[in-house]
């Protein structure tokens, strides 16, 4: 939520911009594929990640595209729980975070990804041994960045990967 505005997306491949007083839709966003991202919010941007494999850049106030940038998973297959293999889960999309001029997003393909905010041009990129499926969380002002890279526990250190505020991969 951000003015009284409430931005979500939803399993049609839309993200909305929900005036809660007025409770009417500013606008609708359509991708080519599932949003299970929460979205990322700044003075002027939405961003979120979609299910047809892009990070998504939009207006905030009218939901035109400002960009989409290819984060190299490919369209993500779902896989309902109930008729999946047995511990078969249906996972979220890894949500951006905007960090001063960058945003950062994991794909499926394993690697965190960062993104000029204006442009949708890549900055670097940083290989993991599994498929990013956690937002990436950022700690006290100028502190570190984690992300889950899907490779052993929640818990086991091999599993996060950390990035110092000067915004330079660390594994």
Known sequence: ???????????DGTVTALDVSAQRAHWVFE???????SVAIDDD?????SDDGFLYAVNRQD?????RFDLGSG???RVDPALGPPYAYDYQQSAPA?????????SADGHLYAVERQSGVQRWRVSTDGKIRSTQRRGPPCGPMSSRT?????????SLLTLR???????
């Open 1 to 11: 939520m951000h003015e009284g505005v409430l931005y979500f997306g939803c399993d």
């Open 31 to 37: 991708t080519g594929g599932r949003v299970r991202s």
């Open 45 to 49: 941007m939405v961003m979120f990640t």
């Open 63 to 67: 939901g035109d595209q400002r960009w």
């Open 75 to 77: 369209a993500v297959e």
């Open 98 to 106: 905007i960090v001063n001029d960058v945003v950062y997003a994991g």
């Open 150 to 158: 899907g490779r052993g526990s929640n818990h086991h250190p091999s």
């Open 165 to 171: 505020s000067s915004a330079h991969p660390m594994p």
